[in-house]
């Protein structure tokens, strides 16, 4: 069954492809590069030439529609590497292309074209314009666009709106706290609608109860909208949570990217375990990590229908969801039983339907456990509007909490 | 035996060298505002004009005019009355004291030179936030300019155009230009790193970056250039009385040579007026106009 269901990630395309990247700060950094391809370490280097090595050997690449996580301690060059991405910084060496394209050959205007369209930014201490009133930061991707002065206000307040600060247009940045400015700069970069978000440690700045109510909010966004965010974080926990992909820096070098559970199960490096060693896994891992994709959905159809479709996919049970959602699990035994009295009956019938309950996809695994307790059925994950987006075989739940 | 004196004596050149390269020079320069002097002094003659329009405009139209509109504008910039009540008071005082022409013409230059000071400085400094390489350049080019004693470069100025308003009014802005040249630069560079990268990163073009971010969040800065570019623009109204510049500087100037204190004390302190006023409008207006910042700094 796992070999069916891959996560949904894996059979996308890739988006962004990194390769061979090296960043070296200072004035000659082409003449360090060979040193520090040699192997010397970043304190080496920066004492024998005094130039600091930021990234090194970087190779990854990003699918389309995921949240791809870029964790690490201070200074490990997450924020000089998400800056390679649209090109804020120019690498000393080393590949960047999206969707195929080399973004290093852009000429100005592509550039300018690339970044006003293609990707959006927030940034790790806002850099909002203390001159432009809220609104007016928000507009401001559009504005340079020369979008029409309502058309942009009119879209500016609304995403203002998403992120909880409507009201707050006609005030500067200084005169909001922190956290209200962080969610200015969100709501800026979602205003252009660009397809690629580069978020630097974009929740940083924000309380424990308002961080994961815009976590759950971005991973719901980000379903909604099909997203591919580029993720900052240093918060291991916060990577597990919303991370589809996880890529872990240290120093300059990419130390292991994979999928949460892959980091939590089986860490690359002794650097990667450390980080990991103490995570309680159940609270960590939201349940889409470990979600898989269902293969044994039923539409509500006639006992007879059912038991084909189940015997053409070779399953014990399935899903049951109608025009309002999941409804519940029906059994191949239970179903044969139905039929030999009448196999034209719904499926979809208080006799049949097996409730088994649902869980949303961002809850922790921990507060999903006891749903997955009092039956031996794949937990079935559902969104708010009732819709089934995957289910958790309980051998996965089991592994998770297992080693 | 050798000669030992230049142990004890400076070895330099020879009285004869020293004559001939400064008579070579002197010769060369001379030589220079001869053939194109003319030339020069033509390219000047719509600023002359200009000049003589705009002092003959503030002298010729009547006082209470003058005076109207002068508080128009200051209360247009400061939106206060207490200001608009100590400028109207300078001037009457001014002008009951017999000072009103001379207040006028000194007036009428330094706006002049003032608007030119800004005119090159402003872009000045923007290209030498641009480039470091220009940064370096410019910078001991001010430094010449603002140690450099006026009368020096006030020479070749006069040898190239003689005597009257235009050689004063280089000789003003040589002086004055340097602090809103160097806090444009200062101020631009000074602009948050990540403000800028926001802008950048949204695909804002080089334009968009200057005149939307840049020029903006400098403001206060070149601001404070523009206001200490008027008091050096004022502090050489005496220097260039010397070269024919009309003004309250002529009647300074009188009074050190006949020793007349108090006509040397009024005309003193009618400057002062004009670069209190200059001073407290062009703050208020920054002030103004800057009101974003709610006592924060710009970052
Ligand atoms: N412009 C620069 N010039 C020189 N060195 C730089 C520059 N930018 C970054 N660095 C160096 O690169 C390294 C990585 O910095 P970076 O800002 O990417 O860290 P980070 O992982 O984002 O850390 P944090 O979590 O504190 O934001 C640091 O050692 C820093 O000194
Ligand atoms: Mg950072």
Known sequence: MTDLNKASTEENETLIEISGLYQVFGNKAKSVLPMVKAGKSKDEVLAETGHTVGLRDINLDVKRGEIFVIMGLSGSGKSTMIRHFNRLIDPTEGQIKVEGEDIMKLTDDELIQFRRHKMSMVFQHFGLMPHRTVIDNVAYGLAIQNVDKTERLASASQWLETVGLAGYGDQYPAQLSGGQQQRVGLARALCTNAEILLMDEAFSALDPLIRSEMQ?????????????IIFITHDLDE??????????????????????????????????????????????????????????????????????????????????????????????????????????????CDELLIKVPSVSPTQSLQSAIPEALGHNFALPVTCKDGKLVGTIPRSEIAQVLES | ????????????????????????????????????????????????????????????????????????????????????????????????????????????????????????????????????????????????????PAFVYLIPVVML????????????????????????????????????????????????????????????????????????????VVVASMIGVKGLGQPVLKSITNQYFTLGLFNGLAIVALAIIFDRVSQTYAKRTQKHLGGMNND
């Open chain 1, 216 to 228: 759950d909010q971005l991973i719901e966004l980000q379903a909604k909208l099909k997203k591919t």
């Open chain 1, 239 to 348: 990577a597990l949570r919303i991370g589809d992909r996880i890529a872990i820096l240290k120093d300059g070098i990419l130390s292991q990217v994979g999928k949460p559970v892959d980091i939590l199960l089986s860490p690359a490096d002794d650097y990667v375990e450390a980080f990991v060693k103490d995570v309680n896994r159940a609270r960590a891992l939201s349940t889409q990590t470990l979600m898989q994709n269902v293969n044994n959905t039923l539409e509500s159809q006639s006992v007879e229908s059912a038991i084909n479709s189940l015997n053409a996919s070779q399953q014990e049970y399935g899903f049951v969801c109608n025009n309002e959602g999941y409804q519940g699990v029906v059994t191949r035994s239970q179903l044969e039983q139905a039929a030999a009295n009448d196999s034209n009956a719904d499926i979809c």
């Open chain 2, 1 to 148: 035996m050798s000669d030992t004196s230049w142990l004890s004596k400076f070895p330099q050149l020879e009285r004869g060298d020293l004559i001939a390269i400064r008579k070579t020079l002197d010769g060369a320069y001379r030589e220079f505002s001869r053939n194109y002097g003319d030339t020069i002094e033509s390219l000047f003659d719509p600023l002359l004009t200009f000049l003589i329009w705009f002092e003959k405009l503030l002298i010729a139209s009547p006082w209470w005019l003058t005076i109207g509109v002068i508080l128009a504008i200051v209360y247009g910039a400061s939106r206060s009355w207490k200001l608009c009540t100590g400028v109207f008071a300078s001037l009457i005082a001014i002008g009951v004291l017999g000072m009103w022409d001379d207040t006028m013409r000194t007036l009428s230059i330094i706006t002049v030179c003032t608007l030119l000071s800004i005119g090159i400085g402003i872009p000045t400094g923007i290209l030498m936030s641009r480039s470091n390489r220009v940064q370096a350049i410019v910078t001991p080019i001010l430094d010449v300019m603002q140690t450099m």
């Open chain 2, 161 to 236: 155009l003689g005597i009257g308003k235009i050689p004063g009014v280089i000789a003003v802005i040589i002086y004055a230009v340097p602090p809103v040249i160097r806090l444009t630069n200062l101020g631009i560079r000074l602009v948050n790193k990540e403000t800028l990268e926001a802008a950048t990163a949204f695909g804002a073009t080089a334009k968009q970056r200057l005149f939307g971010i840049q020029l903006p969040l400098a403001m206060p800065t070149i601001m404070a250039g523009i206001n200490q570019t008027i008091m050096m623009a004022l502090a050489m």
